[in-house]
């Protein structure tokens, strides 16, 4: 019977009134029910992150990577003047091959032939006041031991014998520098080489040190590449480096690359680095295009896609899948390299590991996480060697 049934009574209007009040406490038990429901707390479930991982295995690196650059002289001087003057002959042009002391310009030299003179004039004079003191020194001294002569007489001949031969030691010295003057009108090659640049010609008025021309040897030449900085790391140990003409592959030499730019060029952003060539071949001219393959070696490494990197504090790491408890950890790792299309991590990361490769942006440690890919789960893989 529910509360809605009337049983039949003796007395009518009393049991109609009994039945309704019942009908009330009904309904006040029935609200009350379902507010201690609403008191009570709703238990919630962990959130599941859907991931996508891969597992990861030991490659063998073996890179070779090719770089387009030129030839260039190991050594290359500026020369110029030791002194200002007005160039009357340069008897090289671009290209000449010069020997060790070939004149390649000269100045106007007559300035410093009329001081050559001047000094050779002074020179005389000082001779001559040498003699003439050191005479009357020897005079004055022979009168003093005869006693025809004061003390004050000879030693006032004396002082001018000395101040004499002092001049005499100005003007020898004078007389050197003006000689050494003349000679550096006369500009000669230091080394063997080549000219590759001009700074003045005949007629114009140089100062001292300014570029006249431009020399080269020719028994050192150098590759020269620029890097991306991705690459700086992979050339840190001197690797060997095989040189052979754009043009004519044939024409070939090897060196080890010893210097590497300390910054990157402000434009292109890149490291430039030398490769000494000691078996430079004579068909290897400068400014000459060549390319350059570097002999990184091989090492093991794990190669991830770009999108499983992650930064902690600064430093690379990976978030790593625990397949017992199916929950993330953040793994610092230490890249060898980054390509524009992957990672490869050095160290860090243990074969077959289950590493995030997509879905790490809401990923915190001790997530749960669901694979997308259910065959993500098996610890399937194989070594092999990424090129």
């Known amino acids: 019977m529910t509360c809605d049934d009337q049983p039949a009574s003796p007395i009518p209007l009393l049991g109609k009134i009994q039945w309704r009040g019942v009908r009330k406490i009904c309904w006040v038990l029935f609200a009350v029910g379902l507010l201690a429901g609403c008191d009570q707390p709703v238990k919630t479930q962990a959130e599941v992150r859907p991931v996508r991982t891969q597992a990861v295995w030991t490659e063998i690196l073996s890179d070779s990577p090719t770089q387009v650059g030129e030839i260039r002289p190991h050594f290359e001087s500026d020369l110029g003047f030791k002194i200002a003057g007005k160039v009357i002959s340069r008897v090289t042009q671009l ?38 003191t050191s005479a009357e020194e020897r005079r004055q001294g022979k009168l003093r031991q005869d006693g025809w002569a004061t003390e004050a007489a000879y030693e006032s001949a004396l002082q001018a014998a000395d101040s004499a031969k002092a001049s ?59 890097i991306a900085e991705n690459m700086v790391a992979t050339v840190q140990n001197k690797p060997a480096v095989e040189v052979w003409l754009l043009d004519t592959p044939a024409v070939r030499a090897s060196g080890t690359m010893v210097e590497i730019s300390p910054s990157a060029d402000p434009t292109t952003r890149t490291y430039t680095v030398k490769v000494p060539l000691s078996d430079a071949p004579a068909a290897m001219r400068f400014g000459m295009t060549v390319m350059g393959r570097i002999h990184t070696g091989s090492r093991p490494v794990v190669s991830l896609p770009g999108s499983a990197l992650f930064q902690q504090d600064g430093q690379p790491a990976v978030w790593v899948v625990d397949r017992s408890s199916m929950t993330v950890s953040l793994v610092k790792v230490t890249l060898f390299r980054v390509d524009p299309d992957r990672i490869l991590v050095a160290d860090g990361l243990t074969d077959g590991a289950l590493v995030v490769t997509a879905g790490i942006q809401k990923l915190r440690p001790g997530q749960k996480v669901r694979l997308l890919d259910k065959t993500e789960k098996q610890d399937v893989g194989a070594k092999g060697s990424a090129s």
């Open 95 to 132: 290209g000449t091959v010069v020997k060790r002391g070939d004149v390649v310009a000269r100045l106007d030299e007559q300035d410093k032939r009329n001081e050559l003179l001047a000094a050779k004039a002074d020179l005389a004079s000082a001779q001559a006041s040498v003699a003439k």
């Open 168 to 226: 005499l030691h100005a003007a020898e010295a004078k007389l050197k520098l003006a000689s050494d003057q003349l000679d550096y009108a006369w500009l000669r090659a230091p080394e063997d080489g080549v000219v590759t640049a001009l700074g003045a010609e005949v007629g114009q008025v140089v100062a001292a040190g300014q570029l006249v021309v431009r020399l080269a040897r020719l028994d050192r030449k150098d590759a020269v590449f620029s």
